[in-house]
């Protein structure tokens, strides 16, 4: 197993073990199952990465295609990973390296809260795409479009971000409320106060891709909060 992919669950034992505390368990970084993608475990400029590529049988945007981490568990606390996502040879004009987390995941795939980036946004030489660089959406009924159709800017904004380069995503999720964190930022690049799925959600974490796509994850950190 590839070490330097460290995948580490905090588990609160209150929620999870049933014990005192708070435990951190390493996790096989094998522990991904594809839901709508392809994965595995690849090498990137001599690092341990997970990688992950959208089937292209989904062809509708904003779905639910991540590599789900087997047994997560989360409600409220802080995900933290880095991504770097490239264009897939041959990706449609559209694509811009949608990468991201999923969260809250319910068992069936069914119902999830997610954010992701759009790298080539972040550069862009339009100042209205800059500001769809980074994304909130709810699935399956609050998808991207109808956010910004029905709250123009409140559920996306800008970021500086390049394609092909590290960027570390910190979320941190308390009942109804999610603010990330990009880098080493102390003040949020989105705030979500309106948690689609409402503050008792609880479900799976997933690494999340869109089209044209190749997502690469490292140091994936979960830390619950009672």
Avoid at 72 to 86: D, P
Avoid at 193 to 212: M, Q, S
Wanted: hydrophobic content about 40%; proline content about 6%.
């Amino acid at each position: 197993m590839p070490t330097s992919f460290s995948t580490l669950l905090t588990l609160c034992c209150a929620g999870l073990l049933g014990l005192g505390g708070a435990h951190v368990i390493p996790s096989p970084t094998d522990r991904f199952e594809p839901v709508n993608v392809t994965t595995s475990q690849e090498k990137l400029g001599g690092k341990a990465v997970q990688k992950v590529i959208k089937s292209p049988a989904v062809t509708a945007f904003d779905e639910a295609t991540y590599a789900r981490l087997v047994g997560s568990s989360f409600h409220n606390g802080t995900i933290e990973v880095k991504v770097l996502s490239r264009l897939l040879p041959g990706a449609p004009a559209l694509a811009r390296g949608f990468i991201g987390l999923a969260f809250r995941i319910n068992e069936a795939n069914s119902q999830f809260e997610s954010v992701y980036l759009r790298p080539a946004n972040g550069r862009a030489d339009n100042q209205l795409q800059r500001n769809h660089a980074v994304q909130y959406f709810s699935y399956p009924d609050y998808k991207y479009e109808r956010l910004r159709k029905e709250a123009p800017g409140q559920y996306e904004t800008y970021a500086d971000l390049e394609l092909g380069k590290w960027t570390r995503l910190r979320l941190v999720v308390h009942e109804a409320k999610a603010a990330l964190y990009l880098n080493d930022n102390q003040q949020p690049t989105l705030l979500i106060n309106d948690l689609k799925h409402g503050p008792e959600a609880a479900g799976g974490i997933g690494l999340w891709v869109d089209v044209g796509t190749e997502g690469f994850f490292s140091d994936l950190k979960i830390t619950p909060t009672p």
